[in-house]
């Protein structure tokens, strides 16, 4: 199984910083990695796609890049509805596998 | 506008069976893969099992193979989710998603939890 190594596990930032989440492969997944961000008991909502394909009504503050197997989730100008735990998920085999999740506060 | 509505959870005694459905609406159901994701009181995504469009192919993680079983009826939008010698750590609420671009639509989930 690939196994997606997330950091950091969480992350204090203010409103209007500029904050990143990386994901490491275990193995090379392409570009099939997505962002997802999920509030208290709600469900998760896809935010990336293909590493750095934005879903249809993100906003453009959101960005993805990738360099090899490391994946790259950037918040930028952060408001404060981002505040919220994020998941990076690869889609290149299965078993489909998810990071641990970076949880984002507020400081 | 794309819907998905999961429904079927229940508290349930280990070895106990339990049927999840999703309702799918607003988009043609048959030509979409489709996901199971469940997530544990107080922890992450873990990815349960996928099926193809025409149920063709199914997969499993390793932890519910042989255990759980996914379906779908195309004639009714809807994918399920057999459950069968449950046990408690399978207690979790379980989301069915759409599989395209990653996970693109996600229902609200369905609590499951499993205890005597």
């Known amino acids: 199984d690939i196994q997606m190594t997330q950091s950091p596990p969480s992350l204090s930032a203010s409103v209007g910083d500029r904050v990143t989440i990386t994901c490491r492969a275990s193995?090379?997944?392409?570009?099939?990695l997505a962002w997802y961000q999920q509030k208290p008991e709600k469900a998760p909502k896809s935010l990336i796609y293909?590493?750095?394909s934005l879903q249809s009504g993100v906003p453009s503050r959101f960005s993805g890049s990738i360099s090899g197997t490391d994946f790259t989730l950037t918040i930028s100008n952060l408001q404060p509805e981002d505040f919220a735990t994020y998941f990076c998920q690869q889609y290149n085999s299965f078993p489909r596998t998810f990071g641990q999740g970076t949880k984002l506060e507020i400081k | 506008e794309v819907q998905l509505l999961e429904s079927g959870g229940n508290l349930v005694q280990p070895g106990g069976s339990l049927r999840l459905s999703c309702a799918a609406s607003?988009?043609?159901?048959?030509?979409?893969?489709m996901t199971w994701v469940r997530q544990a009181p107080r922890k992450g995504l873990e990815w349960v099992s996928g099926?193809?469009?025409?149920?063709?192919?199914?997969d499993y993680t390793d932890s519910v193979k042989g255990r759980f079983t996914i379906s779908r009826d195309n004639s009714k939008n809807s994918l399920y989710l057999q459950m069968n010698s449950l046990r408690a750590e399978d207690t979790a609420v379980y989301y069915c998603?759409?599989?395209?671009?990653?996970?693109?639509?996600w229902g609200p989930g369905t609590p499951v939890t499993v205890s005597s």
């Open positions: 293909a590493a750095t």
């Open positions: 193995q090379g997944i392409s570009i099939w």
């Open positions: 607003g988009f043609t159901f048959s030509i979409y893969n």
């Open positions: 099926i193809t469009g025409r149920g063709e192919n199914l």
């Open positions: 998603a759409r599989d395209w671009n990653g996970l693109d639509y």
